[in-house]
């Protein structure tokens, strides 16, 4: 998993650097979907600073003609009313931009985090347990909506820091040069300002979003895993280590509204001080009779509306810096996925097909789990893979679910490279029983039936085969009954037995693979599951993971693998009678 990091070291400021100008550019894209409904929120805009200029001309026609009354051609009411509905035509402009970007923003939010969901459901299994379940929520959920000040609001109000300066600029230097240069000037000044500012707040956004990352991570966990750590007595120190969390993460979140609000201070001042020499410029003009006080009146009237966009861009950094520390965090699932096994390609086999693995190379967080391990899977008959854990047995079973991607060598099936199979219709092939099975909360007939309903009688028959109707036959409700997530309230057998129930439930699948399918069974269960796994293997090719070595006893094939690598198979009596790894692991578990 990509960790937060708390360094703050040159490296790591250039590194930073450059993920935010990857996530800067991941954002734009992302905005790219609004472009239609930003190019009308640029056409209202334009149209409240035509009715800004306006209002202010109006404005300051009536107060002129109060001040230095005079025959005029309109009586002071007319200018009221062109006053009051230049303002009308503004407030409805500007209502109409904010609620077209406010909807566009909306669409596009959802329209991201359905697709961010899409893509974790798309990566492969091996890939997604890297990443902490809680860390992912706290990516689609707070990530995605850290983005949503910056769609909705940010973005607009750039165009409209675009927009309404430069329209406003044209009329006030046709009014006053001089005052047109004093904005034109100190108007660069305000962004330039606004980035110096904000350098901190940028280290200060990357830390508060990383240390929310790590509180969801760790809460969720903590959640999760609540029997667990009561039984071990970890419960109140764990919840002692959220609480500073939860401090850490308060004090980033008022660093970064400090920042925020000495922003915002910086622009105020700058753009009070510029107004400021505006007037006093107009004021000693005035005095000396060289700008008419109607023009006067509608430079300044017009001056503190030069500044606002930029003024409102500024109180918004806050939401692009957050935006960004939250996009460097989403843009790795889009990296991801990628790279993952695209679905779509030749139709999975219809019999028992031949599986080989050839020169397989895997490595997983800079390990290597195989190297160059070559072995062949047969139709028609039981394959069993033994050897000392971690050595890679259960990596090859999910291999060959093709819920990873080998770095070296290739797994075909029939002769046919696995990549090129449809990734969906090969799942739809196999019967696979993990070392755990998970449980989801709902009922037990829930959490058989996954794939869909099924016949009663086909329930019956996979519930006998398992020795699960025994266990059904005690619950009161028997499958009504409720299971709890991850199967709280069933044993380490219970749950095998449910595993193996949703394996005979499915008939269709033309190869078994199992995980240590029979080691928390009492041998009488174990030894009808083999019967059974013994039958089925007529029409089906299987491959076991073995850890007790009358399962392997049983086989017709084994397979011994030693730190990735296969270095010995064939029959189990064959292989028992040559005296090597195989021998060796025999008389271990006499022993």
């Not at 419960?235 to 609480?243: G, K, M, N, Q, W």
């Not at 753009?271 to 008419?292: D, E, N, W």
Request: glycine letters at 8%.
């Amino acid at each position: 998993m990509i960790g937060p990091s708390d360094k703050t070291g040159g490296g790591d400021g250039l590194a930073r650097e450059g993920a935010d100008a990857k996530a800067v550019a991941w954002l734009r894209r992302e905005a790219g979907s609004m472009r239609g409904p930003l190019r009308r929120t640029a056409a209202f805009t334009v149209l409240a600073a035509v009715a800004t200029v306006a209002q202010a001309w109006f404005l300051a026609v009536l107060l002129a003609g109060f001040v230095f009354p005079r025959p005029v051609a309109h009586p002071p009411w007319v200018h009221l009313a062109e006053f009051l509905l230049a303002a009308l035509v503004r407030a409805c402009a500007v209502m109409a931009a904010r609620h077209t970007s406010g909807q566009a923003s909306l669409t596009a939010l959802s329209a991201l985090r359905m697709r961010l969901v899409h893509r974790i459901q798309a990566l492969d299994p091996l890939t997604l347990r890297a990443h902490a379940s809680g860390d992912a929520m706290t990516r689609l959920v707070d990530g995605v909506e850290a983005c949503g000040p910056y769609l909705a609001r940010y973005v607009p109000q750039a165009s409209a820091a675009a927009i309404m300066p430069l329209v406003l600029g044209l009329w006030i230097f046709r009014a006053d040069w001089i005052a047109g240069l004093v904005l034109a000037f100190s108007a660069p000044l305000i962004p330039v300002f606004m980035v110096l500012v904000g350098q901190s707040a940028e280290r200060a956004a990357h830390e508060r979003f990383a240390q929310l990352r790590r509180l969801g991570s760790t809460f969720i966990e903590a959640l999760s895993n609540l029997t667990a750590l009561r039984a071990l007595g970890a419960a109140e120190r764990v919840a002692d280590s959220l609480d500073a969390d939860g401090e850490t993460y308060r004090r980033l979140t008022l660093e970064v509204l400090r920042v925020a609000f000495l922003s915002s201070l910086v622009l105020e001042f700058f753009t009070t001080v510029s107004i400021a020499v505006v007037a006093v410029l107009i004021g000693f003009r005035l005095l000396a009779h060289a700008l008419p006080f109607r023009d006067g009146l509608f430079v300044l009237l017009l001056a503190p509306e030069f500044y606002l966009p930029l003024r409102a861009l500024g109180s918004l950094r806050h939401a692009r810096l957050e935006a960004v520390a939250a996009a460097a965090s989403l843009r790795v699932i889009d990296q991801e996925a990628e790279t993952r096994r695209p679905e779509g390609g030749r139709a999975a086999p219809k019999g028992a097909p031949a599986l080989a693995l050839q020169d397989v190379t895997f490595v997983r967080d800079g390990q290597a789990i195989l190297r160059k391990c070559s072995c062949r899977i047969r139709p028609g008959q039981v394959t069993a893979l033994v050897g000392a854990t971690g050595a890679g047995k259960s990596t090859i079973l999910q291999l060959l679910c093709g819920f990873a991607r080998p770095q070296e060598g290739r797994i075909t099936v029939d002769g046919v490279d696995l990549s090129l199979f449809d990734g969906a219709q090969w799942r739809g092939c196999i019967a696979w029983i993990p070392q755990q099975p998970y449980v989801f909360a709902g009922s037990a007939r829930h959490n058989l039936a996954l794939a869909g309903p099924v016949a009663e009688e086909v329930l019956a028959q996979a519930l006998a085969d398992s020795g699960f109707d025994r266990v059904v036959a005690r619950w009161p409700a028997g499958l009504d009954t409720e299971l709890g997530e991850h199967g709280v309230g069933l044993s380490g057998g219970e749950l095998q037995r449910l595993g193996l129930a949703r394996a005979w439930l499915r008939q269709e699948a033309t190869v078994w693979l199992f995980d240590e399918a029979t080691a928390h069974l009492d041998d009488a269960a174990a030894r009808r599951v083999e019967a059974h796994v013994r039958q089925g293997a007529q029409d089906r090719t299987v491959l076991l993971v073995a850890h007790r070595m009358q399962v392997a006893e049983q086989a017709d094939w084994v397979i011994v693998l030693d730190s990735g690598a296969v270095i010995e198979e064939g029959p189990p009596r064959d292989l028992a009678r040559r005296g090597g790894a195989y021998r060796a692991l025999l008389e271990a578990e006499r022993v």
